[in-house]
């Protein structure tokens, strides 16, 4: 049973609601509060605002820390990068990763497999060391992926087979196997120029606004205006976007200034 949590964005939170269930005296360690906003004032992120709301021990992490009460930890969606002195200095840290391992390594594997049309994903949970996502795989499981698919349905699917499979997870801490390097490939880190649409043919459109609906959305630009995509379908709802080959139909945006809505509430709301 793991006794620490690392984690420190929404992704992280499902995984630490239910290990809380497990251990009520788990200890979470997350980021410190950054700067945001024009303002400049401190925010905390997701899974300290969850620790304060449950009343759970957390601490904010520190490359020079050494964690005597940790007998082995837990680590979702977390942002800092372990310096080989702190993974020397403490046990045994095991990190959920979003692709079959030694697939798909670094900070986007969900959304990079959609854009390239995968048919299969799945999940990997091995033991860190110094390298990017290369240590011994302690458990790893495949998942059909659909052309239909967007990425969050692939982390609520990971997250549903997880739970159903964590005492077999568990189980399997002593039968840790070495990765290979055979189709090792790394995907990147996405910036805000990459969830634009505008300029793309409608098969790449259709893609991102899948592949971006966690950690974007999906964008495009009409009149100087920022039109944010959730979802899309594939009949005019009465707002369409034209494309390099033609025209996408938002169902579910949200226009620059305003909230989430369907695009039926948005045409009605302008008439």
């Known amino acids: 049973?793991?006794?620490?949590?690392?984690?420190?964005?929404?992704?992280?939170?499902?995984y630490l609601k239910f290990l809380h269930k497990?251990?009520?005296?788990?200890?979470?360690?997350?980021?410190?509060?950054?700067?945001?906003?024009?303002?400049?004032?401190l925010k905390q992120n997701d899974i300290e605002l969850f620790s304060i709301k449950n009343n759970i021990n957390f601490k904010y992490f520190n490359q020079n820390d050494i964690y005597e009460d940790m007998l082995n930890a837990f680590c979702v969606s977390f942002k800092s990068i372990f310096s080989d002195n702190f993974l020397n200095n403490?046990?045994?840290?095991?990190n959920l990763h979003l692709s079959?391992?030694?697939?798909?390594?670094?900070?986007?594997?969900?959304?990079?497999?959609?854009?390239?049309?995968?048919?299969?994903?799945?999940?990997?949970?091995?033991?860190?060391?110094?390298?990017?996502d290369a240590g011994p795989v302690m458990f790893s499981k495949e998942i059909n992926l659909l052309e239909t698919h967007y990425a969050s349905d692939v982390y609520n699917f990971i997250y549903k087979d997880f739970i159903s499979?964590?005492?077999?997870?568990?189980?399997?801490?002593?039968?840790?196997?070495?990765?290979k390097n055979t189709n090792e490939n790394f995907t990147k880190k996405f910036e805000?120029?990459?969830?634009?649409?505008?300029?793309?043919?409608?098969?790449?459109?259709l893609q991102k606004i899948k592949a971006f609906d966690v950690i974007g959305p999906a964008y495009y630009v009409h009149n100087n205006k920022v039109y944010k995509i959730h979802k899309y379908g594939f009949?005019?709802?009465?707002?369409?976007?034209?494309l390099l080959d033609g025209f996408i139909y938002p169902i579910e945006i949200t226009p620059e200034g305003k909230n989430r809505m369907p695009v039926a509430d948005y045409i009605r709301g302008i008439r």
Do not use: H
């Open 100 to 132: 079959l391992l030694p697939k798909y390594k670094g900070p986007s594997p969900v959304e990079t497999q959609i854009l390239n049309s995968e048919n299969k994903t799945g999940y990997t949970i091995f033991k860190i060391n110094k390298y990017v």
């Open 235 to 242: 009949e005019t709802k009465g707002l369409d976007f034209k």
């Open 90 to 94: 403490n046990k045994d840290i095991y």
């Open 192 to 205: 805000k120029k990459d969830l634009c649409i505008n300029n793309d043919p409608i098969e790449v459109a």
């Open 22 to 41: 497990k251990n009520k005296n788990i200890t979470v360690v997350t980021t410190a509060p950054v700067e945001a906003g024009r303002g400049k004032k």
């Open 165 to 179: 499979s964590y005492d077999e997870i568990i189980k399997s801490s002593n039968l840790l196997v070495n990765q």
């Open 1 to 14: 049973m793991f006794n620490y949590f690392f984690g420190s964005d929404e992704r992280s939170i499902n």
